[in-house]
């Protein structure tokens, strides 16, 4: 009988080492239940895999269990000869943010090329000899080819024509500066232009992110999560935006490069659950904040409405937001000056994101739309790349509207 044993563990022990068969610790790990497909799902970045979740798969050695190879577990030997554990490849770098002071300065190039038209534009105007009313006339029609808006352009060329009648003759510096001066005061210096990242409590800082899909609103809150990385912060991100396909996956990878966990779920979910559960999830995790997409779907206001308010109405069961951006595409013009009329009887806007400001001239909007609202542009994107989004300076801006 004892021989008979013996024979059967034998041919166990080679059966498991000619199939390759992995008996390890992790083997309750091989087989998670299967998620509901309605339940909004936890990502975990790569680095730091979680208990329950699968270890990564390597292609040539597939793990499998002992009930997948036909054999009971309780004829497994107790302790195998030959146990390999399998290799595990290297978990992708988590990256590393740029420090976020001064980005607007290093963005400055990309700005100011975008946006010479206007600053040079009204430099060359002003140093006419005669400054005649034709060419107030242009002036006027700079300012508001660049998107600055009807009243605002008026307050400014009231307070040149003023300014310049006071000065006499005037010097290329002194023009500059006075220019300067006046843009400064329109764009305003003193607007509290900080995210608001804290609650005060002692539960994460919460941001929903808003605007019209295609604006930049997943690029811009997956930016902004390397920001807040970068401040050495920790981020939840929320992908409410189950409206758009890859809107989820796209913040997830955005989180993965930071180490940030990405709440979602099923593609057309309901977003005030996923929106839920984000904030629970940093509140559990301790996060300093959590970033929520959201979908910008402008078919019909009632229907904005009604999906917007529910989102915020099921976020603030945990807590009021603390910020709530609007990511506005700075080359629609008047078109994103309509929207964001639209966006603010939804919800209150505490702030303004300014998307592909490196792409237009009309960085003009930037007085437009804060005049529009009441409320401050607190960051601007200047790029396609991870790290083209900067806090908003005014200094910084219109130095580069008009060049040094
Ligand atoms: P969403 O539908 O509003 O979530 O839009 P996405 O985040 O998918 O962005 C739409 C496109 O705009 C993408 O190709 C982005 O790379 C691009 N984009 C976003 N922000 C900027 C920016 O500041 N500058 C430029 N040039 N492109 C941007």
Redesign the pocket.
């Known amino acids: 009988m004892d021989i008979l044993i013996l024979a059967v563990v034998i041919a166990l022990v080679a059966v498991g080492a000619i199939s390759g068969l992995v008996v390890s610790s992790r083997k309750k790990k091989q087989l998670p239940p299967p998620a509901p497909p309605s339940t909004p799902t936890i990502t975990a970045p790569p680095a730091e895999p979680q208990v329950g979740e699968d270890a990564v798969e390597t292609a040539e050695e597939p793990r499998r269990t002992i009930e997948e190879v036909g054999l009971p577990e309780a004829e497994a030997p107790a302790a195998a000869p030959v146990v390999v554990e399998p290799e595990v490849p290297a978990a992708p770098e988590i990256e590393v943010p740029e420090p976020t002071a001064g980005r607007l300065v290093r963005l400055r190039a990309r700005l100011a090329r975008s946006q010479n038209s206007l600053g040079k534009g009204l430099l060359t105007l002003l140093s006419r000899e005669h400054l005649d009313e034709d060419t107030w006339e242009e002036i006027e029609e700079t300012l508001l080819i660049a998107d600055v808006g009807v009243v605002p352009t008026q307050e400014l060329v009231g307070r040149l024509r003023e300014r310049v009648k006071v000065l006499g003759t005037r010097t290329p510096a002194e023009l500059r500066t006075l220019l300067k001066e006046e843009l400064l005061t329109l764009v305003g210096t003193d607007l509290d232009r900080a995210v608001k990242t804290e609650s005060g409590e002692d539960t994460p800082g919460v941001i929903m992110v808003v ?13 902004l999560a390397r920001v807040l990385v970068a401040d050495g912060r920790s981020v939840v991100l929320g992908a409410a ?1 189950t409206f ?1 396909a ?2 989820a996956d ?1 913040l997830q990878t955005w989180g993965e490069r930071v180490g940030a966990r990405t709440v979602r779920g099923p593609e057309g979910g309901d977003p005030a659950s996923i929106a839920y559960d984000a904030v629970k999830e940093g509140i559990a995790e301790g996060a300093d904040v959590v970033l929520i ?1 959201t979908a ?1 779907r402008l078919h019909t206001k009632t229907g904005l409405m009604d999906e917007l308010g529910k989102v915020k109405r099921v976020v603030e069961k945990h807590g009021p937001l603390d910020e709530i951006l609007l ?1 506005l ?2 080359t629609t013009g008047q078109n994103g000056l309509t929207q964001a009329r639209v966006f603010a009887e939804v919800v209150d806007i505490t702030g303004i994101v ?6 237009t001239a009309k960085g003009g909007i930037v007085v437009a739309v804060q005049r529009e609202l009441g409320v401050p542009v607190k960051l ?5 790349g991870a790290d ?2 900067a806090p908003f300076e005014p200094e910084a801006f219109v130095d580069a509207l008009i060049g040094d």
């Open positions: 605007g019209v899909n295609g604006t930049g609103k997943t690029t811009t809150t997956g930016k935006d758009r890859a809107a796209q997409d910008g990511v595409d700075a300014l998307t592909k400001l490196d792409g601007v994107g200047l790029g396609e083209d989004l």
